[in-house]
């Protein structure tokens, strides 16, 4: 089944190295954009140049670039390149193992395989800084049960990066603590993430129109992703539309309280209550990318085996749900089809999974847990 599964990564990784394909491309956008304002010029041409180098566009802020700037003088693009092969190649094996070799009491391997055929070797060779910045913030969620504030620094400086990684702080919610802590944690999580996105926003000085014009250009109606900004534009609406926008507080009210049901009632351990989080996290990034869900398979493994306390019928049909998404996501990743990936398919049937499997446990432990949150409220623990 590993090997089944994991097809769509192996082979795509093999033949990259047989035929010698390029490594790094997205890494290579953001280190010439970085060249280029070394240059003194825009980073935001829309066909880079840069010696030794297969750039995409560069879509990040003015500072990410400039905070390149001395790695670059110091060590050249082509070192550059191999010091952030050093850095990104460890983080990778870190999740590879998270998701598939670490133990969880109720996360068989036979399960997390079958999400496997979501992923692709073309996200991983991409070498793009998610891939990166996810790594680094699963390093601190190892020790997140020993300190949060490692883990919120993590983020905190991820969202410097990619602001939408900001839905990690979800995780502080499915923590084995007291419930006023975690939301306590969560908001000021929030405020400080917030007021530093803005700072960057605030500080991008000149560059800034341009930095705009390429994210609605490219980040938002190129590469809508495969969540919720993709099931909003095969909707017709734009992600910046007042209805997208309401339909996505809607969908992460939904899906954070349908998560929060499941960690609580249905025998999470703790380390499996982070598992849960983080990959909660993922599914709430609105323009989730394929290089984004390398610990998603385990992630759905853990909401169907945790689907057991639903009973035999509930736990039959989350179980045959996935197992058919599965199968059809690895037989359309493996066809390569032109115009039928399956990726925003497979993302919407996960959330499904867990809406289902969380509304089932509303309806179960809704009420106690009403009257239990009430009186922490009056008795808030220190």
């Not at 050249?76 to 070799?101: D, F, K, N, Q």
């Not at 395989?113 to 913030?137: E, M, R």
């Not at 009210?253 to 703790?270: K, L």
Request: glycine share 8%; net charge positive.
């Amino acid at each position: 089944m590993v090997f089944f599964f994991t097809l769509p990564v192996t082979s795509s990784l093999i033949g990259r190295l047989t035929k010698g394909k390029w490594w790094l491309n997205d890494f290579d956008a953001l280190l010439c954009g970085a060249d280029h304002i070394r240059r003194r010029l825009s980073p935001y041409d829309l066909a880079p140049m840069c010696e030794g180098l297969k750039p995409a566009a560069y879509v990040y802020a003015p500072q990410v670039g400039k905070a390149l700037i001395p790695l670059i003088e110091t060590v050249g693009l082509e070192g550059a390149r191999w010091a952030y092969a050093a850095l990104l190649i460890p983080l990778i094996l870190l999740m590879a193992w998270y998701s598939l070799g670490k133990r969880f009491d109720h996360v068989p391997l036979r399960l997390r395989v079958l999400g496997c055929g979501l992923l692709t070797g073309s996200s991983i060779a991409s070498g793009n800084i998610g891939l990166l910045l996810h790594g680094v913030i699963l390093l601190a969620a190892l020790g997140l049960h020993k300190s949060r504030w490692t883990f919120l620094a993590a983020v905190l400086f991820a969202a410097l990066i990619k602001p939408t990684l900001l839905t990690y702080l979800i995780v502080f919610i499915y923590q084995d603590k007291p419930i006023i802590s975690r939301i306590g944690f969560v908001s000021f999580g929030a405020i400080t993430g917030l007021a530093v996105v803005a700072s960057i926003f605030a500080t991008a000085g000149p560059l800034y129109d341009v930095w705009q014009a390429r994210i609605a250009e490219i980040v938002v109606s190129e590469q809508a992703g495969m969540s919720f900004f993709a099931w909003a534009a095969t909707a017709g609406l734009e992600a910046s539309s007042p209805f997208t926008l309401v339909g996505y507080v809607l969908f992460a009210a939904a899906m954070v309280v349908c998560g929060w049901f499941i960690a609580e009632h249905a025998g999470a351990t703790r380390d499996e209550r982070i598992l849960l989080g983080l990959g909660m996290a993922l599914l709430l990034n609105p323009r989730l990318m394929d290089y984004d869900l390398l610990i998603l398979p385990a992630v759905m493994a853990l909401v169907v085996s945790l689907s057991r306390t639903l009973g035999d019928r509930p736990l039959h049909w989350v179980s045959l749900g996935f197992v058919i998404v599965s199968f059809a996501t690895l037989m359309l990743r493996m066809a390569d089809i032109e115009g039928w990936s399956p990726d925003a398919f497979a993302v919407l049937a996960y959330c499904g999974l867990i809406i289902f499997s969380g509304l089932k446990l509303i309806k179960r432990h809704g009420h106690d847990t009403m009257q239990v949150f009430l009186k922490s409220l009056r008795r808030p623990s220190v």
